[in-house]
């Protein structure tokens, strides 16, 4: 069974920083893309990131560019998020999400059940 | 960026009715486009790929169709389940993007 397991969330303050993990089991973790998604209170659905199966590969929605950093530990079956330099509408919970399937246009099967970040002073 | 848009953005529906729900792409994004089911404070559940391909476990009432900028979600007869938010998402370029939900309320 797949499970995805985000933890690290936290309040923290303004243009303060948090690592947010996502740990993977269930399925080959090396040989899937993987991605953060994000939903403000009240909010939609918003990607953040994406990452390749191997880590070479990362993209970035604009409103976290150079502030976020995905990344992944193959050997720990774990996704990452750095996320740094944080404002009020960062706000969200952070879901973390698998590819469907080895290709590049795949949609996302399996999510976590998030974890919640909350900036506030 | 390719924007998605969905309508409507909310609607009222009884048990057995047909809903459709609309998704808009921006640009063309070829068959590239998947629909999710999210009920309150759950996470998204995944339910159409490639515009019309019914993920696995997912109930027959729900069908997807269009390809392009067009693209509609159809669920043929509601059941209580049903009522959720959905969104559609594409998946033909990064920054992947999501259309902003669609409601289905009693």
């Known amino acids: 069974e797949v499970q995805l397991l985000e933890s690290g969330g936290g309040l923290v303050q303004p243009g303060g920083s948090l690592r947010l993990s996502c740990a993977a089991s269930g399925f080959t973790f090396s040989s899937y893309a993987m991605s953060w998604v994000r939903q403000a209170p009240g909010r939609g659905l918003e990607w953040v990131s994406a990452i390749s199966s191997s880590g070479g590969s990362t993209y970035y929605a604009d409103s976290v560019k150079g502030r976020f950093t995905i990344s992944r530990d193959n050997s720990k079956n774990t996704l990452y998020v750095q996320v740094s330099s944080l404002r009020g509408e960062d706000t969200a919970v952070y879901y973390c999400?698998?590819?469907?399937?080895?290709?590049?246009?795949?949609?996302?099967?399996?999510w976590g059940q998030g974890t919640l970040v909350t900036v506030s002073s | 960026d390719i924007q998605m848009t969905q309508s409507p953005s909310s609607l009222s529906a009884s048990v057995g009715d047909r809903v459709t729900i609309t998704c808009r792409a921006s640009q063309s994004i070829s068959s590239y486009l998947n629909w999710y089911q999210q009920k309150p404070g759950k996470a998204p559940k995944f339910l159409i790929y490639a515009a019309s391909s019914l993920q696995s476990g997912v109930p027959s009432r729900f069908s997807g169709s269009g390809s392009g900028t067009d693209f509609t979600l159809t669920i043929s007869s509601l059941q209580p389940e049903d009522f959720a938010t959905y969104y559609c998402?594409?998946?033909?370029?990064?920054?992947?993007?999501f259309g902003q939900g669609t409601k289905v309320e009693i």
């Open positions: 998402q594409q998946s033909h370029s990064f920054p992947r993007t």
């Open positions: 999400a698998k590819d469907y399937g080895l290709g590049g246009y795949e949609p996302f099967d399996y």
